[in-house]
C-alpha cells in the first residue's frame, strides 16, 4: 500500500467530530432593521407635521410593509439554513417547505473567502464565500454567519488538516 492510500484509509477511519454549527444570524439585519427604524420615526414626524388621513395612511401602510418584510425575511433565513461543519465534511440544508441538503467533503474545498458591510464589520457578521470541486455546489454563500472570521478560519483550518491527513497539499490540488 502506498503512503498516499495509507493516509486515505486512516482518514477515513478518524471519528467525525462537529467543529461548528450555525446559521443565519440577526445581527446581519441589524442595518436594515435601523433604516426602517429610521422610516418609520420619519413617518411619525411626517404624520403630525401633515396632518392629514392620507399621510397617516400611506405612512402606516409603508412602515408596516417595511416591517412585516424584514421580520418575514428574517424568519425565513432563520428557520431555513442550516450548516454544520465537521473535520471532514461542510453540510449545509436550506429550505423551509422543501429541505434540500449538500454536503461538501472539506478536501475538496479550495478557498474560504468571507466579506463584511460596514454594518456587518461593526456586529461581527457577514458572508463566507467557499469555492470547492463539488460538482452539485461548486461556490456557496453563507450569509449572516456570526463572527464570521473565525467561521472562516475554522472551514480553512478543517480544509488544511484534512489535506495533510491524506496527504495532499493545497499547491498540488
Given at each position: 500500500?502506498?503512503?498516499?492510500?495509507?493516509?486515505?484509509?486512516?482518514?477515513?477511519?478518524?471519528?467525525?467530530?462537529?467543529?461548528?454549527?450555525?446559521?443565519?444570524?440577526?445581527?446581519?439585519?441589524?442595518?436594515?432593521?435601523?433604516?426602517?427604524?429610521?422610516?418609520?420615526?420619519?413617518?411619525?414626524?411626517?404624520?403630525?407635521?401633515?396632518?392629514n388621513p392620507i399621510?397617516?395612511?400611506?405612512?402606516g401602510v409603508s412602515?408596516?410593509?417595511?416591517?412585516?418584510?424584514?421580520?418575514?425575511?428574517?424568519?425565513?433565513?432563520?428557520?431555513?439554513?442550516?450548516?454544520?461543519?465537521?473535520?471532514?465534511?461542510?453540510?449545509?440544508?436550506?429550505?423551509?417547505?422543501?429541505?434540500v441538503s449538500n454536503?461538501?467533503?472539506?478536501?475538496?474545498?479550495?478557498?474560504?473567502?468571507?466579506?463584511?458591510?460596514?454594518?456587518?464589520?461593526?456586529?461581527?457578521?457577514?458572508?463566507?464565500?467557499?469555492?470547492?470541486?463539488?460538482?452539485?455546489?461548486?461556490?456557496?454563500?453563507?450569509?449572516?454567519?456570526?463572527?464570521?472570521?473565525?467561521?472562516?478560519?475554522?472551514?480553512?483550518?478543517?480544509?488544511?488538516?484534512?489535506?495533510?491527513?491524506?496527504?495532499?497539499?493545497?499547491?498540488?490540488?
Amino acid at each position: 500500500m502506498r503512503a498516499g492510500q495509507a493516509a486515505a484509509v486512516a482518514a477515513s477511519t478518524d471519528p467525525e467530530q462537529t467543529l461548528w454549527n450555525g446559521g443565519y444570524s440577526a445581527k446581519a439585519m441589524y442595518g436594515s432593521w435601523a433604516l426602517a427604524l429610521v422610516v418609520t420615526v420619519a413617518a411619525a414626524v411626517a404624520s403630525v407635521l401633515l396632518p392629514n388621513p392620507i399621510t397617516w395612511l400611506v405612512g402606516g401602510v409603508s412602515v408596516a410593509a417595511i416591517w412585516l418584510s424584514l421580520i418575514t425575511y428574517y424568519l425565513y433565513m432563520r428557520l431555513s439554513v442550516d450548516y454544520t461543519l465537521t473535520n471532514q465534511r461542510f453540510i449545509h440544508k436550506v429550505g423551509f417547505l422543501r429541505r434540500v441538503s449538500n454536503r461538501v467533503e472539506v478536501i475538496d474545498i479550495d478557498d474560504v473567502q468571507y466579506e463584511q458591510g460596514l454594518f456587518e464589520r461593526m456586529f461581527g457578521v457577514g458572508t463566507i464565500k467557499v469555492l470547492s470541486s463539488d460538482i452539485s455546489d461548486p461556490k456557496l454563500y453563507l450569509k449572516g454567519i456570526d463572527d464570521v472570521q473565525r467561521v472562516a478560519n475554522l472551514i480553512d483550518n478543517a480544509r488544511r488538516d484534512e489535506r495533510k491527513k491524506r496527504g495532499l497539499y493545497v499547491e498540488s490540488v
